[in-house]
């Protein structure tokens, strides 16, 4: 097998929009979304998973996908993992097999490593290994879908604790009022980061007023946007 990544995947596969290699270590729901998002948006994806079926699933979705087990040191250096700068471990199943895989991936010294916790047990097992981006899949969409539900959003991105960017029609006491006037042209408190109005995104300025059809995309303070929003 030869020693670097790229030496894996086939030259022209994505028309010359393919970025660097990145592994992805699990291939169950999360794991398989996580490939195909990445392949759409023109990475190089090696996903590898000891099952079987995950992997004929994924035969020529991926850039390359092979049966392998993640904890198995020899198999993954064969893969040239070890030389990969982002990986992801999306092992959720088994926790000593994502602990042991993240262990792994510590000792190969990945630059960029992400990893599936299945609880707040889960992750702070992961941060102790030294994870930063830990993802919590089902946690993180539950409080999402909340979210949007109790407040009638659009869409709800977490930025991080307490901060949010979030995706409205402009409220009905909107109506007729520039973005100044109603205090989202600031440098504080909740701002509007972009206006959709007639179609088309583009980043608004204080005069711009808001209309019935206007779509906004508001970052700030969780508990302020939506307060915010759920005003009058």
């Known amino acids: 097998m030869a020693d670097h990544p790229r030496s894996l995947f086939p030259a022209g596969r994505h028309g010359g929009r393919a970025r660097t290699p990145v592994a992805v270590l699990g291939l169950g729901r999360f794991g398989r979304g996580v490939a195909l998002e990445l392949m759409e ?5 090696l996903g590898v998973d000891a099952d079987e079926r995950a992997v004929q699933d994924l035969n020529g979705l991926l850039t390359l996908v092979v049966r392998a087990d993640t904890t198995d040191e020899e198999a993954l250096r064969q893969l040239s993992v070890h030389e990969m700068e982002r990986v992801v471990v999306a092992i959720g199943g088994d926790l000593a097999d994502s602990i042991l895989t993240v262990s792994l991936m510590k000792r190969f010294g990945i630059e960029h490593l992400w990893a599936k916790a ?6 702070e097992i992961l941060r102790q290994l030294g994870v930063e981006h830990v993802v919590h ?3 993180d969409m539950g409080r999402r879908v909340a979210h949007l539900v109790s407040n009638s959003l659009q869409d709800f991105v977490s930025v ?3 901060f949010a960017m979030v995706r409205a029609a402009a ?3 909107f109506y007729g009022r520039d973005l100044r006037s109603l205090g989202l042209a600031g440098e504080t408190g909740v701002r509007a980061a972009a206006m959709r109005a007639g179609g088309s ?12 059809e206007d779509t906004l995309l508001l970052i700030g303070p969780t508990r302020e946007v939506e307060a915010f929003l759920a005003e009058g």
């Open 118 to 123: 299945n609880d707040e047990r889960h992750e």
């Open 137 to 139: 899949p089902e946690r």
């Open 171 to 173: 409220p009905r006491r």
């Open 41 to 45: 948006s023109g990475f190089e994806v």
């Open 160 to 162: 991080e604790a307490g």
């Open 201 to 212: 995104w583009r980043y608004p300025a204080g005069h711009d007023v808001v209309g019935p």
